[in-house]
């Protein structure tokens, strides 16, 4: 079974950046595509950003394209969120999650517990 642990979220302005981690274990990290998923209270949780096995296959959510970059490193067993240019539309629960391609939030396998991520105005 496979264990997902993120890190990194906070409270930031407008504008501002943070960086996302998912440290995974007790499985084969390569073996599974990645994701990073977000809810906010009240709404359902939704699809932001995956990355296949190898990294060759990467898609983001509409609003985040330009803004936010997904990549992994399958040594460290890790996959990362870069976060720029944040709007308050991006404060929620960001989730990290692992299974196959493509990735949803149903064929997602595992999941982490969540970071906060806010963004005041």
């Known amino acids: 079974q496979v264990q997902l642990v993120e890190s990194g979220g906070g409270l930031v302005q407008a504008g501002g950046s943070l960086r996302l981690s998912c440290g995974a274990s007790?499985?084969?990290?390569?073996?599974?595509?990645m994701g990073w998923f977000r809810q906010a209270p009240g709404k359902a949780r939704e699809f932001v950003a995956s990355?296949?096995?190898?990294?060759?296959?990467?898609y983001y959510e509409e609003s985040v394209k330009g803004r936010f970059t997904i990549s992994r490193d399958n040594a460290k067993n890790t996959v990362y969120l870069q976060m720029n240019s944040l709007e308050p539309e991006d404060t929620a629960v960001y989730y990290c999650?692992?299974?196959?391609?493509?990735?949803?939030?149903?064929?997602?396998?595992?999941w982490g517990q969540g970071t906060q991520v806010t963004v005041s105005s």
């Open positions: 999650a692992a299974g196959q391609v493509p990735l949803t939030t149903t064929r997602a396998g595992y």
């Open positions: 990355i296949s096995r190898s990294g060759g296959s990467i």
């Open positions: 007790g499985g084969t990290f390569s073996r599974y595509a």
